[in-house]
């Protein structure tokens, strides 16, 4: 693997990595890795791919979109400059959802609309997204975990829990260290729902 890299993930048929500096990386095997021209020199910490493209972010609020091959600049999902953290595509709702350093979520079904941001009582950096069993799930620097049915209804354990959320309760690990979940209802009862490999995070990781 580059040194340097950050993240990656797979899509169109390779696997596409990012890291310091704006570096881009492809590989058809996730093992031999090619440079790829990067429009930015800044850091990239997370990368997601959906509907056919990758997308990737970080330092400064910087988002760059490529096909594998060729990327370009993409439109910042926040006002400010803070560093990306998080980014997933939500095959389900069709969606991609971004997070950045101070707490902050956007979602954006149609990059060339822009995007959409949702409230979000998190103030400190959201690194985690996953989903699975219809539900998106997002952690933070805090051990806090939010989970939901619908993208626009992200609440945290001290936020409004509502609606048709959901929290998850953390039930074990498996051999890889990654977090099994079970969703509960506001009363703490099992709803049936069992979430795998979630990444728990815990305070300053």
Known sequence: MPRGMTRMCGGNGIWVGVGAGGKI????????????????TKNLYAIAHGKTFFLAGGEGGEMVMGDGTTFLSSAKPFTGN????????ID????FIVTNRIGEIAVSFDLASGWS???????V???????GLDAIVLGND??????SRKVMN??????NNGGNAKLVRIIGYDS?????????DQQGDATGDVLRDIIVLQPGI
């Not at 389900?92 to 969606?95: K, P, R």
């Not at 805090?142 to 989970?147: N, P, R, S, V, W």
């Not at 260290?177 to 079970?182: C, D, K, L, P, R």
């Open 25 to 40: 990386w492809a590989s058809n095997d996730a093992s031999h890795f090619t440079p790829i021209v990067s429009p930015t």
């Open 82 to 89: 803070e560093d990306i953290m998080g980014l997933s595509y």
């Open 92 to 95: 389900s709702l069709g969606c």
């Open 117 to 123: 941001k949702i409230t979000s009582t998190s103030n």
């Open 125 to 131: 950096a959201i690194r985690a997204i996953t989903n």
């Open 142 to 147: 805090l051990g806090e975990i939010a989970a």
């Open 154 to 159: 992200l609440p945290w354990l001290n936020g």
């Open 176 to 184: 890889d260290g990654m977090g099994i979940g079970q969703l509960v």
